[in-house]
C-alpha cells in the first residue's frame, strides 16, 4: 500500500507530530497555512501534507490508519468542492478530525461547507469556517484540546487571547 507522500514542498515533518494537516491538493495551501502558522506560532509539533481523497484514496486510508498508532492527536483537514478528505478520514480514525471547508472556484466554498458539515450520525466531523479563519480556528480548537493537558500551551494560549482583546480595544474608527 502507498504510504502519504512525504515529497510535498509543505513543512517537514517533525520527530513525532501531536497534529497532522492534511489537505486535498495544494491549491488548498493558502487556506491551510493559516493553520499551519498558528501550529508553528504555538510551538506545536505538526506535520502538512497534501492527502487526496479522490485521486490519492489509498494514502488517505493508510494516513487515518496510522494516525493513532503514530500518536497524532488530532487531524486538520482541509479540502474544497466535493471535499470528502475530512469524513472519510473520521470514517477511518477515531482520532478527532477538524475540518476546514476551502473556498472553491464555481460556489464559494458552500459546496466544500455542506460536504463537510453534514456527516451521518455516528462519525463526528467538527467543521470550521470556509477559508482562511477556518484554517486558523481549527488549529487554535486543536491547541485548545492540546492545552487542556499542558499548562505551558495552556498559558500561551491565554496570552494569545489577551493580545487580541488589547488589539481590539485599540482600534480606532476614521470618525
Ligand atoms: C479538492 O479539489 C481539493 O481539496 C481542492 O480544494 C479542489 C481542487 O483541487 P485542484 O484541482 O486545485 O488540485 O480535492
Redesign the pocket.
Known sequence: MNTPSDSNPFTPDTDKPLIGVV??????WKTMEHAVQLLTHFGVAHEARVV???RMPDDLFAYAEQAGPRGLQAIIA??????H?PGMLAAKTTVPVLGVP?A?RHLQGVD?LHSIVQMPKGIPVATFAIGDAGAANAALFAISMLALHDPELATKLHAFRAEQTEAARAMTLPV
Not at 23 to 28: P, Q, V, Y
Not at 78 to 83: L, R, Y
Open positions: 489537505m486535498g491538493s495544494s491549491s488548498d487526496s481523497a479522490h482541509g479540502a474544497g468542492g466535493a471535499a478528505l476551502v472553491s466544500s
